[in-house]
């Protein structure tokens, strides 16, 4: 494996060798973590030194080092990699999605939306891209469509737990409790061993029921009375 050395107070890879590094890479995306440091700077390397050494598997690589590089800021390295693999797929729904992933870094969002918008009018179905609209609503605060485009996703995949999740967050954030219970519920039925989802649903039931007493107060208490505050 590739070995690592201490820095201030984290860790950053040291590159060893070319076949360390890619086991390195290979581990990291068999186990699907996110080790966006580790896999921007031994992906770099390896495709600027190495990646004839690489064989097919060199395209694999610059596709993994992309979103790692642009989760830690490193713009040159992730355009370097999107050009490689454009010239090689110019026609991949795959490739579109890291240029949609790029456009999203430089908060080119409309930009980004309308390529995504175009890939779903060719492939309706793709999860991938439908979330990534959904990143760039909540992005640019608009709750609601953020909403509406997770609910469109669920009605194609039910199934989908961080949909689910996401969704929940979003009723969360905009205090529609009854409608945040019922993704939660969603959660609980799909893994009922799982304690956090309990709970937050029981968060959420105490927070909509203190948003109907608080309500009731209002209604019930004497005009100019603020003696009585919840």
Not at 128 to 145: D, F, H, M, N, P
Not at 168 to 187: G, N, P, Q, V
């Amino acid at each position: 494996m590739a070995s690592f050395e201490e820095v201030g107070e984290g860790l950053v890879p040291k590159f060893t060798d070319w076949m360390s590094a890619r086991d390195a890479l290979r581990d990291i995306r068999e186990e699907g973590s996110r080790e966006s440091h580790k896999v921007a700077v031994l992906g770099k390397q390896l495709v600027e030194k190495y990646a004839s050494k690489l064989g097919d598997e060199v395209w694999v690589v610059h596709e993994q080092v992309i979103p790692s590089a642009l989760d830690i800021g490193d713009h040159h390295t992730a355009e370097a990699c999107y050009k490689a693999l454009h010239h090689k797929f110019p026609g991949s729904t795959r490739v579109k999605r890291l240029e949609g992933l790029l456009l999203e870094a430089k908060e080119e969002y409309d930009d980004a939306l309308a390529l995504y918008t175009d890939i779903l009018e060719k492939e309706p179905t793709n999860l991938l891209i439908a979330k990534r609209r959904v990143t760039i609503q909540k992005a640019r605060g608009e709750t609601v469509a953020a909403i509406t485009e997770l609910i469109k996703i669920l009605e194609i995949y039910m199934t989908d737990i961080e949909s689910w999740n996401e969704l929940a967050d979003l009723y969360i954030s905009e205090h529609s409790y009854e409608k945040a219970a019922f993704c939660l519920e969603e959660l609980i039925l799909a893994n009922p061993h799982n304690y956090l989802n309990h709970q937050r649903y029981a968060e959420v039931l105490y927070k909509s029921l203190f948003a109907i007493l608080k309500e009731q107060l209002i209604v019930l208490m004497p005009q100019g009375n603020t003696s009585l505050q919840l």
